[in-house]
């Protein structure tokens, strides 16, 4: 028999997400597959969880929570040996990578999915020694989302982010970066370096439209020091999608890269506070497959 192991968190979706244990249960049996169901209780629980289902050789692993136990359950995941299919239920604030795959973010909807026989291979990100599966950033903006409170996620949901990040507008700050890149490298100063790895970021699909979750390549803008009024028009680029066509941003895509700084910088993963720099990143093409419609 097939074996399949979610992996919940309980906390998720207002605490909604063990309510659909029972569905997603009777769906999988359906489908001929023996259920563990595996409750995450703290940090790195849901890594855990799928390092032990990648070892015991289970053919699906079901992430049930927010974006920081997807993050958590792929982090588990990459470089096994086996690696099981990939179902999402998206629980959480912005679930940027359920929207790159067309998952649907009702929850109810998302668990219809697993009836599906169609998988899509999808790229995986490496910064450093972690992985990722939406954007790394590196400015005052991406530092400012940290601040994001579980209570103001809750009542904003992705405008959250936005909110917080643009506070750090009226004390506009650059960096000196130095980005290296294949055979080329920028050097200067930038209020926001972005490498995303999916079109959709921070809720916002329109920010990297170039990027595919399976193009086997990182997507990176360098927004350099502008002035407040060029800001603005940068911030209108990214909303209608046209962010690399803009002469203070720097836009190039690639397999892997370097960045520095001479400044103390930390960096924003996937939303969650990353290495400061100096990082390296690089992708991981067609990494793990995951159940799509």
């Known amino acids: 028999m097939k074996k399949a192991m979610i992996i919940v968190n309980p906390s998720s979706g207002r605490e909604e997400a063990v309510n659909y244990i029972d569905r997603i249960e009777e769906i999988l049996k359906e489908k001929s597959y023996d259920v563990i169901v595996s409750m995450t209780e703290k940090e790195l629980d849901a890594t855990r969880f799928c390092q032990d289902a990648c070892k015991q050789e289970f053919d699906l692993v079901v992430s049930l929570g927010g974006d920081g136990t997807l993050n958590e359950t792929i982090n588990g995941m990459v470089d096994q040996e086996h690696r099981p299919v990939l179902a999402i239920i998206p629980l959480g604030t912005v679930n940027d990578f359920a929207r790159a795959l067309q998952i649907p973010l009702d929850p109810e909807e998302a668990v219809e999915f697993l009836r599906s026989d169609r998988t899509k291979s999808v790229d995986i990100g490496k910064f450093n020694d972690r992985y990722f599966v939406?954007?790394?950033?590196?400015?005052?903006?991406?530092?400012?989302?940290?601040e994001v409170t579980p209570e103001q996620k809750t009542k904003f949901g992705p405008l959250a982010y936005v909110m917080e990040g643009f506070k750090t507008l009226k004390a506009k700050r650059s960096y000196p970066l130095r980005i290296e890149y294949e055979d080329k490298a920028w050097e200067g100063d930038s209020f926001l370096f972005l490498a995303a790895l999916t079109n959709s970021t921070g809720g916002i699909k329109s920010l990297a439209p170039e990027a595919e979750v399976n193009d086997g390549h990182v997507h990176c803008y360098v927004i350099k020091d502008v002035s407040?009024?060029?800001?603005?028009?940068?911030v209108s680029s990214i909303l209608q999608g046209n962010l690399k066509n803009e002469d203070q941003v720097e836009y190039f895509a690639t397999k892997n890269l370097h960045i520095s700084s001479p400044d103390q910088l930390t960096t924003n993963v996937d939303g969650e506070e990353g290495d400061p720099l100096p990082a390296a990143i690089e992708v991981k093409p067609a990494h793990i497959q995951v159940i799509v419609k």
Request: aromatic share 4%.
């Open 228 to 234: 407040m009024l060029r800001l603005a028009s940068i």
């Open 134 to 146: 939406n954007i790394v950033a590196v400015g005052s903006v991406a530092e400012a989302t940290y």
